[in-house]
């Protein structure tokens, strides 16, 4: 039997209170502005091992308490439902806890270091998974219309997931930049949502063959505890996990992608998305331009032009948020969008958005490419 939720309110509480945990909060406030149909929520609680960081959280956005201990947390009969955005290398066991607590979890991308650990989350709850960016309209559109059969059969597809976050050399050596804590660096960071996206929009991987690299082998350590991407003044420490990945993936369907994906890209500020090519069309998207899909089309096959549609209130969630066509949406609707989600499984006993099997089959990707770079040969997914 799924957990209760409190008639009128679903209590929540955020474990981990840095930029995410900010970015779930505020979703959390946003969401019954947005849409109706979902449970409303209290704040019940926030935990943050920073000392003052909780409790700053709770006087700021209105949580009813605060602690340094996210295990305060999972006997607490007020908390029905848990944000977890802590970093990677906690995710298995804080999720593994909430979850055999009997509290529905919405967890950030990767869910652990690997395909072990998302696996290692087992409950009888609802849990939705970070991958925003499938949330965003335009995908939701593109997914439509390759489906509709509007560009013909899926030939092949570019897919990129480029920034430069970690681009300078004095960027502070993190626990993103460690193995045991950070994982297969930026494949854990933005390789998993590029999988999530190719697997949305095109279905599963069949193979794969990958390579990788570190192109700054060394980084200065913090001087305190890191919020986001600082410079480092400490001595300079190795650099564990990887820089760059680049992948060719054999879809189910016979399909061809390409996935690139890079922390250090000078000049790429988060440009991420997606080039589709089929039998008779093609379709193209940008993050930065998120509200734009580029659509060929039309029966000539040559020298097609290439139309920007903006999306449409019809179009996924967007007349959530905007009444007509060209109004720009941002990053935090898309997690408002996410919310909803969370709280629509809840309500319903089903899942609406990314879930747990999502994440699996992301992390078992990654898993294999992180196999494959090391042996430079192709390897087969199971799928299973």
């Excluded at 957990?3 to 930029?19: C, D, I, K, Q, Y």
């Excluded at 409790?55 to 009813?64: M, V």
């Excluded at 990767?110 to 395909?115: D, E, I, M, N, T």
């Excluded at 959530?320 to 809840?346: C, H, N």
Aim: glycine share 12%; aromatic share 8%; proline share 4%.
């Amino acid at each position: 039997m799924l957990p209760r939720v409190t008639e009128g309110s679903l209590g929540v509480a955020v474990v981990g209170f840095g930029w995410m945990g900010r970015v779930h909060t505020q979703a959390y406030a946003r969401v019954a502005h947005h849409f109706a149909d979902v449970p409303g929520v209290r704040l019940v609680s926030v935990a943050d091992d920073v000392p003052g960081r909780a409790q700053a959280a709770a006087n700021r956005y209105g949580f009813g308490k605060s602690t340094e201990t996210w295990r305060d947390l999972v006997d607490d009969p007020e908390v029905e439902a848990v944000s977890i955005t802590v970093p990677n290398f906690l995710h298995r066991e804080i999720g593994a806890a909430f979850a055999e607590a009997g509290k529905h979890i919405w967890i950030e991308k990767p869910v652990g270091l690997s395909a072990d650990d998302a696996r290692a989350i087992v409950g009888d709850v609802q849990v939705t998974v970070g991958f925003n960016y499938r949330n965003a309209p335009a995908v939701e559109r593109a997914k439509d219309i390759i489906a509709s059969g509007e560009i013909g059969d899926v030939t092949h597809a570019r897919f990129r997931f480029l920034s430069d976050y970690a681009a300078h050399p004095d960027g502070a050596l993190s626990w993103r930049f460690e193995r045991a804590r950070g994982g297969n660096g930026v494949l854990g960071d933005l390789g998993a949502h590029g999988v999530d996206l190719v697997r949305y929009l095109l279905g599963e991987i069949d193979s794969l063959v990958a390579d990788t690299a570190i192109f700054i082998p060394e980084r200065p350590r913090p001087a305190r505890a890191t919020a986001g991407h600082e410079r480092g003044s400490g001595e300079p420490g190795p650099v564990e996990n990887e820089d760059y990945f680049g992948s060719l993936l054999r879809m189910a369907n016979g399909a061809r992608v390409t996935l690139d994906c890079s922390r250090v890209a000078v000049g790429e500020q988060n440009s991420y998305g997606f080039e589709i090519h089929g039998t008779k069309g093609a379709l193209y998207w940008d993050f930065r331009r998120m509200g734009e899909l580029g659509v060929a089309g039309g029966g000539d096959y040559q020298d097609e032009a290439v139309k920007v549609r903006f999306v449409l209130p019809g179009d996924g969630d967007f007349g959530a948020f905007q009444p007509g066509a060209g109004i720009p949406m941002g990053y935090d609707d898309l997690k408002v969008i996410e919310a909803a989600r969370f709280l629509r499984s809840i309500a319903e006993g089903k899942p609406y958005g990314a879930t747990l099997k999502d994440a699996i089959r992301s992390a078992e990707a990654l898993d294999a490419m992180e196999r494959s770079a090391q042996t430079g040969a192709w390897v087969k997914l199971q799928n299973k």
